[in-house]
């Protein structure tokens, strides 16, 4: 009986282990011509998941940890995969400028700001 009890336990702390993290907030991608085929999950334990769709390629995935520094939107830690394959380690961050509910991917180019206009984000949903 002794044993049953640290037993029982254990498993009960590794069921709230497995569980998804709740999502904090979603942004969609907007393309210009106005289809959205990619979304972007914060979740509130301070990891993410993005979703892209594309054409034959099928569903592209990256995650990895986030952080906000200023007004910046930070991807660091990043993995990606393609459809279903093994996760694969990715060597660079991504950055999002955050503005009016939004997000637009960009890049440092010499001392420049280059944003991206085919990645821009709509928040969506908000918890």
Known sequence: MK???PLFFIL???SFSIQDPKDLETYKRIN????????IFLR?????L???????????ESQGTWKINKDTLIFTDREHRMMND????????????????G?????????KM??????????VKNK
């Open 3 to 5: 044993k049953i009890i």
């Open 12 to 14: 009960v702390l590794s």
């Open 32 to 39: 210009k011509n106005g289809l959205d085929n990619g979304t």
């Open 44 to 48: 509130a334990n301070g990891t993410f």
């Open 50 to 60: 993005t979703q892209f769709f594309g054409g034959c390629d099928g569903m592209l």
């Open 86 to 101: 093994r996760w694969k380690k990715s060597e660079c961050s991504q950055k999002y400028l955050i503005k009016n509910r």
């Open 103 to 111: 997000l637009i991917a960009f890049s440092i180019a010499g001392n």
């Open 114 to 123: 280059v944003c991206d206009s085919n990645e821009v984000y709509k928040k």
